[in-house]
């Protein structure tokens, strides 16, 4: 049974850090891309990372390039996004997801993939 399941958020100041993490069971993460979207009330969902599991090229959406670092931990099956310098913008409830493709300048979620049950980033003062 594939399941994956977020970790790591809660409220931080704008300007700090937080690492999210997604343990995968059930599949093996190395041979299966997953991949950071999220959203915030009232608005569309949006892909923020994910590391190819075909050549490894990693993905991250203008709006956090320079601020996030995706990656992987094929020993305990479990990606991060280290996510630094936050603004309030980013807040958001950010899921991991299977992906159906991943490339160095695109993210397309598995329409028939698992979803993890998400966690909460909220960047306030």
């Known amino acids: 049974q594939v399941q994956l399941v977020e970790s790591g958020g809660g409220l931080v100041q704008p300007g700090g850090s937080l690492r999210l993490s997604c343990a995968a069971s059930?599949?093996?993460?190395?041979?299966?891309?997953i991949g950071w979207f999220r959203q915030a009330p009232g608005k569309e969902r949006e892909g923020v990372s994910c590391?190819?599991?075909?050549?490894?090229?990693?993905y991250y959406a203008d709006s956090v390039k320079g601020r996030f670092t995706i990656s992987r931990d094929n020993a305990k099956n479990t990606e991060y996004l280290q996510m630094n310098s936050l603004k309030p913008e980013d807040t958001a409830r950010y899921y991991c997801a299977t992906t159906w493709g991943c490339g160095g300048t695109y993210l397309l979620p598995d329409p028939f993939g698992s979803w993890g049950q998400g966690t909460q980033v909220t960047v306030s003062s």
């Open positions: 590391i190819s599991s075909r050549d490894g090229s990693i």
């Open positions: 059930g599949f093996t993460l190395k041979n299966q891309g």
